[in-house]
């Protein structure tokens, strides 16, 4: 009897030790990943301007007498870099700018701008070579392609928990009390002033830092491809308008070469034994025709023409616009410049409608120059977070160990906190193995080690 009056009743949530030990190592890893997304994501909100300002040298170019044809300005295009075949030609900005036509090379493409009148070639920039472009690549795979890539979703699905607790440790407790909650209290000493700091940042952008987490997945390498595993087997597939790692983006550059046309036998006989005599049969004459067609259109800029992989075949026109709630895709006959297909945002499935507003959203183009501001006001936030969380940390940490909390006596994990982390584990694969691995090195090494078992503040063996 006296066994039951004592029984506790099972806990609901998870106590306020346990997820500040979560909130703590969550921060430990992910918070150098952290101030280096919001550096090389402030710079990348702004690309439209930044790449308007570097290809000034070419938007203002002086153009007296007939134009050359498309046809001869890309052939151009394609002998300033051998080998290569037509891509993309781009619309210019304006009367006064140069074309620029990228053209592919194996998995290789390169920017070629060229005099509209002479034909004369004014610069061959290689794509990965183009600053906002490295930029990308810093950001969304630190340089290292698709390993670096899955090595920046761990670090944002470890900071989806880190902010998730933090709003959770931030919630206030105690009844009418706004210093430390909405404002930081400037004059209560170092230790709460960055307390405050921190934990009023977090008050500010934790929601919109969530937001910029979650829409910045579909580009990752591995929750990229397991999104459109998901919906293959939802029966929803498309293809995405976006790369999933450098690998994706090679597979794409690949894809749009033309296919070449195997001659036959009789064909063959005519050339000497050992020749290579395949050669791609796709015209670019059609190509004034169709841009007469595009061009009063007015599609939201930058837009993008293309030549079909076979001979015969539609080609396509689209916006590429970063804001993709604007864009259009086009097919066009090229006999006739006439548009056959038109696809705007609208009749796009729902998912692909939900993810690609997210994406413009996350790039700081779905609502203009607020939207990039709004960005970096987030990222200004986030930096703000970390070095005050470092600053925290460093002024209470104490000698001889690392500083994190120390477990409850007694572990008892609720049933709705192992829910929500096998929810989450499912919902970021990368978090769940990185949970699972993490916990098979704490048990089978991390507490058999006395030293570091108690220098990381590990529970006993």
């Known amino acids: 009897m006296s066994s039951l009056t004592t029984a506790q009743p ?28 919001s550096i090389t994501g402030s710079i990348y909100l ?6 308007a300002w570097l290809d000034r040298p070419y938007d203002d ?36 700018s140069a074309a620029q036509i990228i053209v592919g090379r194996g998995a290789n493409e390169y920017r070629v701008y060229i005099h509209p ?4 070639v004014l610069q061959v920039v290689n794509e990965d070579k183009r600053p906002m472009t490295v930029v990308f690549h810093l950001h969304g795979e630190l340089l290292m392609g698709d390993w670096g890539s899955r090595i920046v979703e761990l670090a944002a699905s470890w900071a989806i928990i880190m902010l998730l607790t933090g709003m959770f440790l931030w919630w206030p407790r105690g009844a009418g009390r ?4 909405l ?31 979650f829409t910045g997945l579909p580009w990752a390498s591995s929750w990229g491809k397991y999104l459109a595993l998901v919906r293959t ?85 689209k916006s590429d616009a970063q804001n993709r709630t604007v864009r259009v895709n086009l097919a066009i006959d090229p006999a006739t410049g006439r548009i056959i297909k038109r696809e705007n945002f609208s009749q796009l499935q729902w998912i692909d409608r939900v993810v690609e507003t997210g994406v413009a959203a996350h790039e700081g183009q779905l609502f203009g120059l607020s939207n990039q501001l709004l960005g970096v006001l987030t990222a200004v936030g986030l930096i703000l977070m970390s070095i005050s969380s470092f600053k925290m940390w460093w002024l209470r940490r104490p000698q001889g ?39 098979f090195v704490e048990l089978l090494v991390l507490r058999r080690l006395p030293a570091t078992r108690h220098w990381l503040g590990l529970a006993g063996a």
């Open 10 to 37: 099972r806990r609901i949530l998870p106590t306020y030790r346990t997820i500040w030990r979560w909130h703590f190592y969550a921060g430990l890893f992910c918070i150098p990943f952290v101030i280096w997304l």
């Open 46 to 51: 702004f690309r439209p301007q930044i790449e």
């Open 61 to 96: 170019l002086r153009i007296r007498g007939p134009r050359a044809s498309l046809k001869t300005q890309v052939e151009a295009a394609i002998q300033a870099v051998p080998g290569s075949n037509l891509h993309f030609y781009q619309l210019p900005r304006s009367a006064r």
């Open 117 to 120: 009148q002479t034909s004369r």
């Open 178 to 181: 706004l210093g430390g909650v």
């Open 183 to 213: 404002y930081p209290r400037l004059s209560s000493g170092k230790r709460v002033l960055w307390r405050d700091l921190h934990a009023v940042a977090g008050l500010w952008v934790s929601g919109l830092a969530l937001f910029l987490l």
């Open 233 to 317: 087997l939802s029966n929803t597939t498309s293809n995405p308008d976006w790369t999933m790692g450098s690998s994706s983006e090679a597979a794409a550059r690949t894809a749009r070469n033309p296919v070449l046309d195997v001659e036959t036998p009789s064909q063959h006989a005519a050339h000497t034994i050992g020749s290579v005599s395949s050669a791609p049969s796709i015209s670019y004459a059609p190509l004034d025709k169709i841009v007469g067609s595009v061009a009063p259109l007015r599609l939201a800029y930058p837009v993008l023409i293309a030549p079909p992989a076979r001979s015969g075949q539609p080609w396509t026109a």
């Open 401 to 439: 160990v690392l500083g994190a909390p120390l477990p409850e006596p007694r572990h008892e994990s609720t049933l709705l906190f192992v829910a929500v982390i096998v929810a989450f584990g499912i919902y970021l694969p990368m978090l769940g193995l990185s949970i699972v691995a993490v916990r």
